[in-house]
């Protein structure tokens, strides 16, 4: 073999450890916590579980107050922009509790199954928080400018 190809076998060797790697101490974490899901999808969850609850009770103040205030068109853009960030919150919600393991029985093998999904989702879950990321700055940039 050339080293090049020596190199490259070497470098996915070393992929596929990292991989295997990740996937036994996310399906480890999963096994052993109480709530069935890994630290960071409690956080996630958590997150985005109170993000939902406060956009949906802004969009609501915010259409109550769209057609009687000064600033209607204000609290249509404060609306719209806390219905998309509950929309978006409620998707990653939905994939992280997808995530979460159900007591039962063949609880490592229902461990190993929930972890590869995770690494599977991952991904996923990143691209969600980004979009969340966005629409919540915007958000807050039309409360700001509300209150101002």
Request: charged share 30%; hydrophobic share 40%; with cysteine.
């Amino acid at each position: 073999m050339d080293p090049i190809s020596i190199l490259g076998l070497a470098a996915n060797i070393l992929q596929f450890i990292d991989y295997g790697t990740q996937l036994l101490s996310g399906t480890q974490e999963i096994y052993k916590s109480a709530t069935g899901t890994s630290s960071e999808n409690i956080e996630i969850e958590e997150i985005s579980g109170r993000l939902s609850v406060f956009s949906d009770e802004l969009s609501i103040d915010a259409v109550s107050r769209c057609h009687t205030g000064p600033y209607v068109a204000r609290d249509r853009a404060v609306a719209k922009f806390a219905s998309r960030c509950k929309e978006v919150s409620d998707e990653l919600l939905g994939i992280v509790k997808e995530l979460r393991l159900v007591d039962g029985p063949n609880r490592k093998w229902r461990s190993f199954r929930k972890a590869l999904k995770t690494m599977w989702k991952k991904e996923k879950i990143q691209s969600l928080q980004t979009r969340l990321d966005v629409v919540r700055q915007q958000l807050t940039l039309e409360l700001l400018a509300s209150v101002r």
